[in-house]
């Protein structure tokens, strides 16, 4: 009776209590890693009036969808050996890289599996200009909220908080740009992870916005330009404190 996650947790703590209490009577070596569901295939489909309401709660529109490669699927199907599996629905949607790779499937109305993780791949890259500044979302929606607010700073965000952005990229962006402000989700995860970031690479700064969870969804709740409001006092802080340590 357990939700998808809550019986992944619990399959592995009770793993880690036998294997602490009992001597191993298996050949290792024999053990095969088991096949997993992976995307085989999509059907995109063209904007309804359910896709409109969904994504202007979070002031986002047709042209940052399309400027981030974000279209609607009409389905999708996954396959493990010999068996497929078809997915249908309304709010289905594909992250595409510029080449026309897909890279994540996004379904918000699905309680435990919003994300179906197809490629590894840094979200808001391929769009990034030539800023001063660079921000360090959660999520891709939370960067084309952030952009939709016109802040002039780039906007990227990892496969998810938990996921970090190799060291080399890291410093590559450190040397490029004047400042990166971390901007995760402002509950415990999120703060943890941008503890992470800032234990490994000092030079960055934590920002948290005490609104909603994240950016869309303070704006979904508060308004964009209340969020704006808010927002830009933040982030004009951690740079006037980076102006003040040179």
Request: contains cysteine; charged residues 30%; aromatic residues 12%.
């Amino acid at each position: 009776n357990l939700k998808y996650h809550q019986a992944c947790q619990k399959i592995i703590e009770e793993y880690n209590e036998y294997v602490l209490h009992n001597k191993a009577s298996y050949n290792v070596d024999k053990f095969e890693q088991q096949s997993k569901y992976k995307v085989s295939r999509f059907e995109k489909r063209m904007w309804s009036v359910q896709d409109q309401s969904f994504w202007t709660k979070f002031n986002i529109g047709t042209k940052l969808l399309s400027e981030h490669n974000v279209f609607p699927l009409s389905c999708y199907v996954m396959v493990k050996d010999n068996n497929e599996l078809e997915i249908k629905g309304l709010y289905l949607y594909g992250y595409f890289k510029n080449d026309g790779t897909l890279y994540k499937i996004y379904q918000p109305k699905t309680i435990d599996k919003k994300f179906i993780k197809v490629d590894n791949y840094i979200q808001g890259i391929e769009q990034v200009k030539p800023h001063d500044y660079l921000i360090i979302t959660s999520s891709l929606k939370d960067v084309m909220s952030i952009k939709s607010l016109k802040i002039h700073a780039d906007v990227i965000a990892p496969d998810s908080e938990n996921t970090m952005i190799k060291k080399e990229l890291m410093e590559e962006f450190i040397n490029s740009y004047k400042k990166i402000v971390l901007l995760f989700d402002n509950d415990a995860p999120g703060i943890e992870s941008m503890t992470k970031y800032k234990k490994l690479f000092p030079a960055l700064s934590i920002s948290v916005l005490p609104m909603s969870k994240d950016v869309s969804d303070s704006i979904r709740d508060f308004g964009a330009k209340e969020v704006k409001n808010r927002l830009i006092p933040i982030l004009n802080k951690k740079l006037n404190e980076e102006k003040e340590n040179t």
